[in-house]
């Protein structure tokens, strides 16, 4: 893996199973209303994912998301050095929690306009963890990389 895009895109879809984790407990202790999965539910099928057809297609695609996601801090964070890293990971993190409700408002989309303190609450944790684990993991690949 000595490509930065492949290493950034591998990271982001390992690290993905971190939010996946939060998002999910938070869900199911009733600390948040919504999923990521049922974002990326209303970006792609216009609902909440129904059945496990829908929810398992909405998982697949959050992390190719946060994949691609992974792939942008990967390709610019060379132009910013490795110094502090583990701060511009938190940094990417909560520009992605920011731009997510930027957008679900920017398009009015139904359902995601009136989402409860908690629910935005517990996504952004998601999201500083995720940007947390990224820096870390794509740290870890990069110095794999030079170390060989």
């Known amino acids: 893996m000595r490509d930065r895009f492949t290493r ?3 990271a ?3 690290t993905g199973v971190v939010p996946m984790i939060i998002n ?3 869900y199911a202790l009733n600390l948040n209303s919504l999923r990521w999965a049922d974002f990326m539910g209303k970006f792609l099928l216009g609902t909440k994912p129904v059945g496990p057809a829908e929810f398992a297609l ?3 695609a959050e992390f190719i998301l946060l ?3 992974g792939t942008v801090f990967s390709l610019i964070t060379p132009h910013l050095s490795s110094v502090n ?3 511009k990971g938190l940094a990417f993190g909560a520009f992605i929690w920011l731009f997510s409700y930027f957008l679900t408002n920017m398009f009015h989309l139904p359902g ?3 989402v409860p303190v908690k629910t935005v609450i517990t996504h952004l944790i998601a999201g500083l963890l995720w940007g947390l684990a990224l820096s870390v993991a794509l740290n870890w690949l990069d110095h794999r990389i030079k170390t060989q």
């Open 112 to 114: 995601l306009m009136r």
């Open 67 to 69: 994949g691609l996601f």
């Open 12 to 14: 982001g879809i390992i």
């Open 24 to 26: 999910h407990g938070a």
């Open 85 to 87: 890293y583990l701060v």
């Open 58 to 60: 909405t998982v697949v």
């Open 8 to 10: 950034g895109l591998v």
